[in-house]
């Protein structure tokens, strides 16, 4: 199909729905995705780590810093969500859920969006500047990618390979979110930063590869969105064992300088992978949907259990471990 074409399919007019104020105030509150805040969670590994490497104590001050900063950081990714929904939303008529979206089915008055937009991003701001410049710093950053995602000429978005990658870079945004948290005196690994990103961008081209499975049909997928229309399944599973490696890569780079401990949970890590790349092959995946992931009991129970070994890993010393993996000096 010429391009011309698919972008005359892509962008159907919008015909708004009439509907009471209550049905769009609840459309509005809907945009923001709400239950999309479990990925909030991706800050706890930042908390749990600067803990340990900082030797900061457990007090009354970090839990309510913690709860601040993920109120913080839900308001920075529920603005980001209103943009994404309505700019997208003449793309995702052409999906078949989220062709049921608020501003997919024009319940949403685009003022009030673009307002409700800004005033989310201040507040979350806001709120991250009591913590810490640093937080605040990183909450300005989330807000900033999910500007380069979303809008044009950037929209990142639209480019294969950079769509998966500018989207997971949130992750060791989220990972910096929970280290300033506890602690400005240090800077965050490197190397576990990158290991961070790439195993977002695993994830992430998961979810690409299951999407683009499920509507089956290369050109519909092109219409719906436009890095498919250089993607194939062959190619997305590539980039899915490139990015596998790299995260594990750049773990181990990580263990080996700081803890090398945390070598013993690596079978758990690769069996909550494994569990992950398995369910992308399913119909109507709840990769697509990483908020429905909570149903999944086998990836939930092998999930707890490497959150447990880990955290469990942090905090003790096991002496033999360094003279079967001693450290280079030179």
């Known amino acids: 199909m ?37 990925k909030q969670a991706f800050i706890l590994p930042g908390i749990v780590l600067a803990i340990a490497l900082s030797g900061r104590a457990l007090d009354w001050h970090l839990a309510l810093g913690t709860v601040v900063g993920l109120i913080s950081a839900t308001l920075i990714a529920s603005s980001n969500y209103v943009l994404n929904e309505m700019l997208d939303a003449p793309y995702d008529r052409l999906h078949p ?84 948290i506890v602690t400005s005196a240090m800077l965050p690994p490197l190397s576990l930063l990158i290991a961070y990103w790439m195993v977002g961008a695993y994830f992430m081209s998961l979810k690409r590869f299951s999407e683009y499975r499920q509507i089956g049909d290369p050109v519909r997928a092109g219409n719906y969105r436009k890095s498919f229309r250089s993607y194939t399944s062959e190619s997305l599973l590539t980039s899915v064992v490139f990015y596998a490696a790299a995260a594990m890569l750049f773990f181990g780079a990580f263990i080996m300088r700081y803890r090398m401990e945390l070598i013993l949970c690596f079978p758990v890590v690769a069996w909550v992978m494994s569990i992950y790349f398995n369910l992308s092959f399913g119909n109507d995946s709840p990769v697509q949907n990483p908020e429905k992931l909570y149903r999944e009991r086998k990836l939930m129970v092998a999930l707890a259990l490497c959150v447990i070994l880990i955290s469990f890993l942090l905090f003790i010393h096991i002496p033999w471990l360094n003279s079967i993996f001693p450290k280079s000096h030179v």
């Open 97 to 180: 859920t989220k062709r049921l979206r608020p501003a997919a089915c024009g319940l949403i008055h685009s003022g009030l969006g673009y307002t409700q937009w800004i005033v989310l991003m201040l507040l979350g701001v806001a709120m991250g500047w009591t913590i810490s410049a640093g937080f605040a710093i990183n909450c300005a950053a989330l807000w900033v990618m999910g500007c380069v995602y979303n809008i044009p000429p950037l929209r990142s978005k639209d480019v294969p390979y950079l769509d998966v990658l500018s989207e997971s870079v949130n992750n060791p945004i989220r990972f910096c979110l929970g280290w300033y």
């Open 2 to 38: 010429p391009p011309d074409v698919v972008s005359q399919a892509v962008a159907p007019e919008v015909i708004p729905i009439p509907g009471s104020v209550r049905s769009r105030i609840a459309a509005h509150v809907g945009m923001m995705r709400l239950d999309h805040s479990i």
